[in-house]
């Protein structure tokens, strides 16, 4: 796949969930998960887990990607290489909590960045990640139960009683 297919895919992927929540996270949010993740027969880690991962990939893998190819001196061999590693490593992730069409798609991502010849042509195809991506932990938000930390209020100090 060319990097333009692969903008144009993310693209594609991106506005098919803009409004439509993905199956897959519909399901991790019913506690289905594929590959049976999660302690002593809960689920409530593994959307832990999924939550944090999503959000991780955009707001701090993505974006930072895209910072570093803005910069004077960026080498894109080395921004290849850490693509291969670091973002290869969170698409087989997303396969463990429940995510395996979301782990597909970090996979091309990263097949088609490790073919990249320039740094524009990078920065491009992650911009298109990121939005993607971004999408994508929106909705695992949503699916996560926030409601849950009420159960873990803080003890009221003096210094937190008013």
């Given at each position: 796949m060319?990097?333009?297919e692969?903008?144009?895919c993310l693209?594609r992927?991106?506005?098919a969930i803009?409004?439509?929540m993905p199956d897959?996270v519909?399901?991790i949010?019913?506690g289905?998960?594929?590959?049976g993740?999660?302690a002593r027969?809960?689920?409530?880690?593994?959307?832990?887990f999924?939550e944090?991962?999503t959000?991780?990939?955009?707001d701090?893998?993505?974006?930072?990607l895209i910072?570093?190819?803005?910069k004077p001196?960026a080498?894109?061999?080395?921004?290849?290489?850490?693509?291969?590693?670091?973002i290869?490593?969170k698409a087989?992730?997303?396969?463990?909590?429940?995510?395996p069409?979301?782990a597909?798609m970090v996979?091309?991502?990263?097949?088609?960045a490790?073919?990249t010849?320039t740094l524009d042509?990078l920065?491009?195809?992650t911009g298109?990640?990121?939005?993607?991506?971004?999408?994508l932990h929106?909705?695992?938000d949503h699916?996560?139960?926030?409601?849950?930390?009420?159960?873990?209020?803080?003890?009221?100090?003096?210094?937190?009683?008013a």
């Amino acid at each position: 796949m060319t990097t333009e297919e692969m903008i144009e895919c993310l693209e594609r992927e991106r506005e098919a969930i803009w409004r439509t929540m993905p199956d897959e996270v519909a399901a991790i949010g019913r506690g289905e998960i594929p590959r049976g993740t999660g302690a002593r027969g809960q689920y409530l880690s593994t959307l832990m887990f999924a939550e944090g991962e999503t959000r991780t990939l955009a707001d701090e893998m993505f974006w930072g990607l895209i910072e570093v190819c803005r910069k004077p001196g960026a080498d894109l061999s080395t921004l290849k290489m850490v693509i291969s590693q670091i973002i290869g490593y969170k698409a087989d992730f997303f396969d463990f909590v429940g995510l395996p069409a979301a782990a597909a798609m970090v996979h091309q991502y990263v097949a088609v960045a490790e073919a990249t010849t320039t740094l524009d042509e990078l920065e491009r195809l992650t911009g298109a990640a990121l939005s993607w991506a971004n999408r994508l932990h929106m909705w695992v938000d949503h699916v996560y139960p926030w409601g849950v930390g009420d159960g873990f209020r803080r003890p009221k100090t003096k210094s937190t009683a008013a």
